[in-house]
């Protein structure tokens, strides 16, 4: 995963700066584009390189239609034979993308993407390049385009490479969700709408100069493909969200490099009651494997025995109630503590919670405990900058309704609401870090840093999708706050390592491989 992510926005302002500084020309930027986006098309298919072929081109109203023209020239200039077909009026297009269109039209004609012309094709393309909407796309997709891309898709893209320029069309850079069509007309309710996005069913998607946040949230890794970025001469650009990686802080790496087991901290896990222990001993696992110098169960007393028969280098201690743990909290080398997982609903585990919170420790939140906070009133009265949140969807939405509402209701208009400003929003409510869960992991403080951890493309682990895998993630994130890193440290940290872990293991995976593949994880990162 690419280190820069920019909005639109921050696109757009990079490329005008570019512009405005005289470096560079939109034309010479959308040449680049063209040509750029070629040569990885070319590189990712050698047989496409090998031998001209027949491309159709479906360009659009704005500068993604522009770099179509480009391609489109591009390729016949290398032998291909190609037809365009264009979404809008040549008239009302933007300034460089004109220029391209009317140099192509020197090369080619330009059909009319939603009229009969798309009919008839005497043969299925060897390459079809998505060109209609780029980062500009600003609101519902017209029904007539939709029913057009789905016709066309339907008919010709079976065994053709389908290429998106920037993004697939009609899905948001910001949100990577599909922004709707229109409804069909009357006469035609009983043909479903599908977004171009996902009509085409894209092999590759070539992104200019860097990804877009949108390429790794929501729909997109699923409407992508493979994910490329082209190289079109900028340098970096202003993003304010970091894709998560593994932060040493204070310690030299996480493999230890000196000091005594008190040096790097004591994690705390509580457990549930007898026959629920077992998501606890899960995370206590996590938190050890991840170097947290002690960690301890603890457990109510019907649990001792069950607790005890499982563990070993994990230490165990019995906690019957809310003042038992204030008692064990005394002890100010325990500096961190996992509360949530297996825990239940019982009025016990909301005591303990709240025991927990008033001891000001660092305490990863996980689980039942967001259930119970999410009953009640002001679920985040006793809440601290010590916290970590770590909700999926369901618990984001019990405690975070209204949010999760704007979130989930489908954008009608750009740039849409994302899974990066839902956590944002949540963490600044909140007061501390929240982790929101998924394929699709956004980690946010309540300073309004945030950061994406995203298990897709190249990194996809779709195996983490497994019973008590966030109980594990919920302890490795407790022993690095044990071992003194910040809350967004931690939850970033972790949930690359959780990754990096589960695609060590590969398919086959359970929780209770995730700790058992950590040492592997970071020995790699010491070569
Ligand atoms: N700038 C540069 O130098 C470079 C830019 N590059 C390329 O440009 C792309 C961004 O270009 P862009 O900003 O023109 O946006 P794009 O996505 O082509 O479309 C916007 C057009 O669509 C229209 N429109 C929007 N929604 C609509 C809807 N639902 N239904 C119908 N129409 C709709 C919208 O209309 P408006 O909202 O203005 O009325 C506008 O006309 C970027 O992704 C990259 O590929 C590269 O060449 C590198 C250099
Ligand atoms: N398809 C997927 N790809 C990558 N990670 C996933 C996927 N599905 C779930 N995960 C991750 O697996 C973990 C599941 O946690 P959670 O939903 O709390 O389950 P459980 O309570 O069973 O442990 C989270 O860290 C989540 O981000
Ligand atoms: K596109």
Redesign the pocket.
């Known amino acids: 995963m690419d280190n820069l992510l920019l909005t639109a926005a921050q696109m757009?302002a990079l490329?005008q700066a570019a512009?405005d500084s005289g470096v560079v020309t939109?034309l010479e930027?959308?040449e680049r584009?063209g040509t750029g986006a070629v040569d990885a098309i070319l590189d990712e298919w050698p047989d496409l390189a090998a031998a001209p072929g027949r491309a159709v081109v479906l360009c659009?109203?704005?500068?993604?239609?522009?770099?179509g023209f480009v391609v489109a020239r591009v390729l016949v200039g290398r032998g291909w034979d190609v037809e365009v077909f264009l979404y809008g009026d040549a008239e009302k297009l933007?300034p460089d993308a004109r220029v391209n269109y009317e140099r192509w039209r020197e090369v080619g004609e330009v059909q009319t993407l939603t009229g009969r012309d798309m009919d008839g094709r005497g043969y299925v393309p060897d390459l079809t390049i998505d060109a209609i909407?780029?980062?500009?796309?600003?609101?519902?997709?017209?029904w007539e385009l939709c029913d057009a891309v789905k016709q066309y898709a339907w008919t010709f893209t079976q065994g053709t490479r389908v290429v998106a320029?920037?993004?697939p069309s009609g899905l948001s850079a910001e949100s990577g969700r599909r922004i709707p069509c229109a409804d069909p007309p009357e006469d035609r309710l009983a043909f479903p709408t599908v977004s171009p996005a996902a009509a085409l069913a894209i092999d590759l998607t070539l992104a200019?100069h860097a990804p877009k946040i949108g390429h790794y949230l929501g729909d997109a890794p699923a409407d992508c493909g493979r994910l490329r970025v082209v190289d079109?001469g900028l340098n970096g650009g202003a993003t304010d969200v970091e894709t998560a990686r593994l932060v040493c802080g204070p310690f030299e790496g996480v493999a230890k490099a000196s000091g005594h087991k008190y040096d790097h901290g004591h994690a705390i896990v509580l457990t549930g009651g007898m026959g629920l222990t077992g998501a606890a001993r899960l995370a206590a696992r996590g938190a050890l494997r991840i170097g947290a110098g002690l960690v301890t169960c603890v457990a109510p007393g019907p649990a001792m025995m069950e607790c005890a028969v499982q563990l070993t280098a994990v230490m165990l201690r019995r906690c019957d109630d809310a003042a038992a743990l204030a008692d064990l909290l005394e002890d100010d080398r325990i500096n961190a503590l996992c509360l949530g997982p297996g825990m239940g609903l019982s009025d016990r585990a909301g005591d303990l919670i709240d025991a927990a919170l008033s001891a000001r420790r660092h305490i990863a939140l996980d689980a039942d405990a967001l259930t119970i906070l999410a009953e009640r009133d002001d679920p985040f009265a006793m809440l601290h900058h010590d916290c970590v949140l770590t909700p999926h969807g369901g618990e984001f939405a019990s405690l975070f309704p209204d949010i999760a509402e704007r979130l989930n209701v489908p954008a009608m208009e750009g740039p849409a609401y994302s899974k990066v400003d839902a956590t944002r929003d949540a963490a600044d409510r909140a007061g501390c870090t929240v982790l929101f869960k998924g394929m699709d992991t956004v980690i946010a403080d309540e300073k309004g840093n945030a950061r994406i951890n995203a298990a897709v493309y190249d990194r996809a682990a779709p195996w983490l999708a497994t019973a008590g895998a966030g109980d594990v993630l919920a302890g490795i994130i407790a022993g690095l706050l044990a071992r003194g890193l910040s809350p967004l440290d931690a939850a970033s940290s972790a949930a690359w390592l959780h990754v990096e872990a589960a695609r060590a293991f590969g398919p086959g995976l359970i929780a209770e491989d995730l700790p058992e593949m950590l040492p592997q994880v970071l020995a790699a990162l010491e070569r």
């Open positions: 757009r490329e512009i939109g930027l959308m584009a659009g109203p704005g500068n993604n239609g522009g770099d933007p909407f780029g980062t500009g796309l600003s609101r519902t997709l017209s320029l920037d993004i200019f079109i």
